[in-house]
């Protein structure tokens, strides 16, 4: 048997981790399937006014723009047209209370469970381990996520230009 883990004393069990999977997942899931249905039809390809991959880092980043809660554009998308309003006005709000949900379903299971002493397999949060764990952690999954749109886009302009 495995070690069950633990985070400020209390106990993580598999609903606490699908709810952090769910929270850590909503937003990449929002910017890429946006982008994709941003590309794959012709209301949102029509408001590209860059063709090629300068017009998809501008796709990509009204996207993750509005995924993430900011909801800028570069200028070379013309966002304001009933498609890209209702597209990220629906990343927005997904993307905020689709991470504030599974977060406050965490806090309100971790609440109602009991501090347990520390134990000599308890993971220090304050020690490099944990730190190093954490960021590898979110660099891999960040580069997993990104990296293939990235190639279609700010990358494969950079080696297209003379």
């Known amino acids: 048997p495995g070690r069950t883990p633990e985070y400020l004393g209390k106990k993580i069990d598999v609903r606490e981790m699908n709810m952090t999977a769910l929270a850590i997942l ?18 949102g390809r029509s408001a590209m006014l860059n063709p090629g991959p300068h017009g998809f880092s501008e796709v990509l980043y009204a996207v993750s723009s509005a995924a993430n809660n900011n909801g800028s554009a570069f200028a070379g998308l013309s966002a304001n047209s009933p498609f890209w309003n ?35 397999g308890t993971l ?15 660099l891999l999954v960040g580069a997993l996520t990104f990296i293939p749109a990235l190639a279609l886009g700010p990358v494969a302009e950079h080696f297209s230009l003379p």
């Open 26 to 43: 909503v937003t990449p899931m929002l910017v890429l399937l946006g982008s994709a249905l941003a590309m794959m039809t012709d209301a």
């Open 86 to 120: 209702c597209l990220l006005a629906f990343c927005m709000f997904v993307g905020r209370f689709g991470v504030i949900i599974p977060v406050m379903a965490i806090a309100g299971s971790l609440v109602s469970k009991k501090v347990q002493p520390a134990s000599q």
């Open 124 to 138: 220090a949060t304050h020690g490099a381990l944990f730190i190093g764990l954490l960021i590898g952690t979110v």
